[in-house]
């Protein structure tokens, strides 16, 4: 096996290794079937040439009260959430800007892989108006992690940390008036079936808090699907 191969399958393992660390959170892919699909926003100059440009808004919620499980919160009001929707649609070899809105606290990431931005046009997002490529480890309140099911066609690997909001501007009801914002752009690639969750350990049930909304889709996981224009 010459060098250049044994390095390739190196990085095939690794990625593999990535992946298989986010864990099992899509067992159960029913909870939400609305889906948001991605507004047009004219066309965009990007380093794959000129491409269609899409949008897709979302927010992050320290609790369920938010409307996207209905007015009381559905079956867990208290747990943190996504919305208004977590099931996306967006078109094939277009530019998709994502913005979400943060209103949750934090703490420490487990893995500060999950700090860092990963897959983005030019490897930074926006946050609160300033380009970076890594948010403080200590201060994580969700990631947004989008990647292939197995049977994807083509790769495709966004991950982008959502920084918390302090503790002292959540309020003990009702949400921050002052939320992060992040702003991120990324290509797509072949139409296929993908996912994004969370690597922030904001659930419950265990001691690595991956359970509850962590692992129920609706929540902290949904369906991103990627359809030809
Ligand atoms: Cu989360």
């Known amino acids: 096996m010459n060098r250049r191969l044994l390095a390739a399958l190196g990085t095939v393992i690794l990625g593999a290794a990535v992946i298989a660390g986010i864990g099992t959170y899509v067992?159960?892919?029913?909870n939400d079937s609305r889906v948001l699909i991605a507004t047009p926003?004219?066309?965009?100059?990007?380093?794959?040439?000129?491409?269609p440009h899409y949008t897709l808004d979302m927010s992050a919620y320290p609790?369920?009260?938010?409307?996207?499980?209905?007015?009381?919160?559905g079956p867990h009001p208290d747990w943190v959430t996504y919305g208004s929707y977590t099931n996306f649609q967006v078109p094939a070899h277009s530019l998709i800007t994502i913005t979400i809105r943060q209103y949750d606290s934090g703490s420490r990431i487990t893995n500060d892989f999950f700090a860092s931005v990963h897959g983005t046009v030019d490897g930074t997002a926006i946050i609160n108006g300033k380009a970076v490529t890594s948010v403080d480890p200590l201060a994580v309140g969700h990631t947004f992690t989008l990647h292939g099911l197995a049977d994807a066609k083509s790769e495709m690997f966004v991950s982008v940390p959502l920084p918390s909001v302090p503790d002292s501007l959540v309020p003990s009801s009702g949400y921050t008036k002052t939320p992060n914002t992040i702003t991120f752009s990324f290509i797509t690639g072949d139409a296929g079936k993908y996912v994004w969750n969370c690597e922030y350990p904001c659930g419950d049930g265990t001691v690595a808090r991956f359970g509850g909304p962590m692992s129920t889709q609706g929540y902290m996981s949904g369906n991103f699907t990627v359809v030809n224009a």
Not at 27 to 30: E, F, L, R, V
Not at 41 to 51: E, I, R, S, V, Y
Not at 63 to 73: I, Q
Request: no cysteine; glycine share 20%; hydrophobic share 25%.
């Open 41 to 51: 926003a004219g066309t965009a100059n990007t380093p794959q040439g000129n491409l």
């Open 63 to 73: 609790d369920s009260m938010a409307g996207s499980h209905g007015k009381s919160g």
């Open 27 to 30: 067992a159960s892919a029913k």
